[in-house]
Each structure stands twice: as C-alpha cells, then as structure tokens.
C-alpha cells in the first residue's frame, strides 16, 4: 500500500463547477497535510495546509481532513481554466519528513 | 519573497561521473529537502536536513548524498551517476522545525545521464 494515495486522472470538470480532488494516506499517525499545485514545467507550489480534522477555507479552496477515514479532501469552487494544473497531496509523517502523492491531474473544460 | 535557486535547469552527464546539485535558499528556513519526480511515481524524498551538517535518509537515498555546511546551502551529489539517475530533481526549504509550514520549491533540475 502506498503511503499516500491519488487518483491520477485525469479529472475534467466544466468551467464554473465543484472540482473534488481525494487523497488517503497510510499512516495514522501523519500530522499535518498539504495540497500543492503544480503547472506543467513548473514546481509546485502551496495552495492549502491543514492540520485538525474538519473543513478549512481560503477563497475558492476547501480542504477537508477525516482523521479516522484516513482521508484528506480539496474542493474548488468556480473551477477556472487557470485551475488546469496537477494537485499533489503531501503527508508528513513523522519529524519533518513529507511524503507526496503522485497527484491527480485536473483539467477544467471552458 | 522566499527564494529557492537551484544551481542548473539543465544537465547532462556521462555514466560514472560525479554530479554535483547545489541549492541556495535566502530566507534563513531550518529545513532543506531534496526530491525528485518521475511520471507515475511523483515526488519522492531522496535526502533531507533540518539544520548544519545534519542529515537524514529520505525514502529512496540510495546512489546519493548530501552536504549541508552553511544554512543555506544544501547540495545533492550523485557520487557515480548511472541512467537510473536520469529525472527531475527538486530542492525544497521550509522554516518551522515542526514541520507545520510550507515547504518552498526551487525551480527543479533536469538531468539526464547518457
């Protein structure tokens, strides 16, 4: 089993909609979490953290942490073109160690 | 601005010989990391530091070490490069020693060993 875990898509949503991007981790003692964006040839760069189970918001972006689901969530609302890029999600485990998933490709369709 | 520069975009190298991959962060951050990314195996920690001269293995450092002697200098060395090698390599920075802060990328180099 792979320590984090994503669909690689990719995933197409129409302009305008709810683009739900799923990530689940092995390690039930990962502590804190992170969804990167990265453009194609480019490095990838924080969108969103989250540390405590439950929802967190900035703008368009939810993150959504299940601890005993082992699960960890990233919506976007009013998907836009400039949203097409691949999400990757990252785990730490242990003391600073991070771990990424493979990431799932998000393509949003004008 | 945080800024991670990664000492080449491109490079190409010879079986066997020895590559060296600098980093300079400029935001006095505790943590460096190396990574590197292959399509279908994303981004995997190869080396990491979390202050001078530490150092610690990160899930693949076979075939690689790493030299941290100023805080902002981290490089990555491939002591005898074979085509296995061949990938994008990624340096990485983040200040808190709890881990709870993000992690800032360099711009990534691509080696290609031949």
């Known amino acids: 089993q792979k320590e984090v875990e994503q669909n690689s898509g990719p995933l197409s949503v129409p302009e305008g909609a709810i683009a739900s991007l799923n990530c689940t981790y092995s390690d039930r003692g990962s502590q804190s979490f992170f969804w990167y964006r990265q453009y194609s040839g480019k490095s990838p760069e924080l969108i969103m953290s989250?540390?405590?189970?439950g929802d967190k918001e900035d703008g368009r972006f939810t993150a959504q942490l299940n601890k005993a689901s082992q699960y960890v969530s990233l919506l976007i609302r009013d998907s836009q073109p400039s949203d097409s890029a691949t999400y990757l999600c990252?785990?730490?485990?242990?003391?600073?160690?991070?771990?990424f998933g493979t990431g799932t490709k998000l393509q949003v369709i004008p | 601005d945080v800024k991670v520069t990664q000492s080449s975009r491109y490079l190409v190298k010879r079986t066997g010989e020895k590559v060296f991959l600098e980093c300079v962060q400029d935001?006095?951050?505790?943590?460096m990391f190396w990574y590197r990314q292959d399509p279908g195996l994303g981004l995997r920690l190869i080396y990491f530091s979390y202050d001078v001269k530490m150092k610690e293995k990160g899930d693949i450092p076979e075939g690689y070490s790493v030299s941290r002697e100023k805080k902002e200098r981290f490089s990555l060395i491939l002591e005898s490069a074979s085509t296995n090698q061949t990938s994008m390599y990624l340096c990485?920075?983040?200040?808190?020693?709890?881990?709870?802060?993000?992690?800032?990328f360099g711009q990534g180099t691509r080696l290609t060993v031949v």
């Open positions: 989250i540390y405590s189970n």
């Open positions: 990252a785990v730490r485990r242990g003391y600073q160690k991070v771990t």
């Open positions: 990485a920075s983040s200040l808190s020693v709890d881990g709870n802060t993000e992690a800032f």
């Open positions: 935001m006095d951050h505790e943590n």
